[in-house]
């Protein structure tokens, strides 16, 4: 165990929001919204409705976040993508990207947006692995962890532990950079590539992560070799400079 910083310290001087996409999480939510507001009342909590089916948004509404209901399910890029917009032409200085399944503790908060606030990052990731935190999952899945975060270290020129944790902060630069790209489909990993292009400052910062709160997790096995497959495809293309999209303030 770490000591942790108090997780409203920062959070009540420039304008953050909390962007929580979420599909089917009504079991979830609620607890998810409530830690967020508990973390500093005047963080704004944005919950992405992403087309569920379930009692998701009536669920977050009453516990507090303003919901942005997509008409479809768009997936995990496209829901978080919609919550970047939202921040950007809303003029928010700092955005914070929460899961909507529980796994991540609010109470890190501080510790994420710290170099944020700094002026030491533009983009900070929460990684479960780092300093004297230690994570276990699955053998697979920390092979799956160790390739991608080893591929994306060579692309962006900077050793990086942990790049499928959607557990992030970034400042109103990033937040353009989103708005106007992100990538789609399972995007944590790419999104990063994303930020290099966008010449974004990016850094890890250890946190504590939990177990899914409820439900269970959209990636299958199926969905696991697909997920490999698309993102080191996705990784090769952007070895490939292309033109930036970037929206003016």
Known sequence: MVA????DAHLDAPRCLAIVPAFNEAASIAEVVAELRDADPNLEVLVVDDGSTDATGSVAEAAGAKVLRLPLNLGIGGAVQAGYLYAFERGFDLAVQVDG??????KQLGRLIDPILGGRADLAIGTRFGGDITYRAPFARRVGIALFAALV?????????DTTSGFRAVNRRGI??????????????ESIV????????????????????????SITTF???????????????GLFPREHLVIQD
């Open 4 to 7: 942790l910083p108090a997780a």
């Open 101 to 106: 399944d529980g796994q991540h503790d609010a």
């Open 153 to 161: 270290s060579l692309r962006v020129r900077q050793r990086l532990t």
């Open 176 to 189: 353009r950079v989103f708005a106007a790209d992100y990538p789609h489909d399972y995007p944590e990993v």
């Open 194 to 217: 994303t930020a290099a292009r966008g010449e974004l400052q990016v850094c890890e910062v250890p946190v504590l992560m939990r177990a899914r709160a409820a439900g269970r997790s």
């Open 223 to 237: 969905r696991s070799f697909y997920y490999v497959a698309k993102v080191l495809l996705a990784l090769f293309v």
